[in-house]
C-alpha cells in the first residue's frame, strides 16, 4: 500500500548533485509517470512525492541516469525557488 514506513521516509532513485528552480529546472512531480518521459530527459532532476523502487517511473529515471528521488515531505513553499537535490536529500538554498 501507499502508506509504508517507505513512503514515508522516501528514498533515492539515483544518485546525483544539482541546483536549480523546484518545479522548472528540478520536477516536483505527485507520482512518477513514464508518459512524461521527454520533461524527465529534459529536467536536471526529478523528485516526486510518491512511488515504488522498482516501479516504471523510477527505472526510467535509473535508466536515463537522471538525479531523482522519492520524497515526501518536500514542502510545496518552496516551488519557485532555489534548491539543492543532493544524493536523495533537497534542500533550500538561502541567498
Known amino acids: 500500500g501507499r502508506e509504508g514506513s517507505e513512503q514515508a521516509a522516501g528514498f533515492m532513485i539515483y544518485p546525483g548533485q544539482v541546483q536549480g528552480v ?28 510518491m512511488g515504488g523502487r522498482l516501479s516504471h517511473g523510477s527505472t526510467l529515471l535509473r535508466e536515463l541516469r537522471k538525479p531523482s528521488a522519492v520524497l515526501p515531505q518536500v514542502d510545496t513553499a518552496w516551488v519557485g525557488r532555489e534548491v539543492l537535490y543532493s544524493d536523495g536529500q533537497l534542500s533550500l538554498v538561502e541567498g
Open 22 to 49: 523546484l518545479g522548472v529546472d528540478i520536477l516536483l512531480e505527485d507520482t512518477l509517470d513514464p508518459g512524461r518521459h521527454a520533461h524527465y530527459q529534459a529536467a536536471r532532476a526529478v523528485i516526486a512525492r
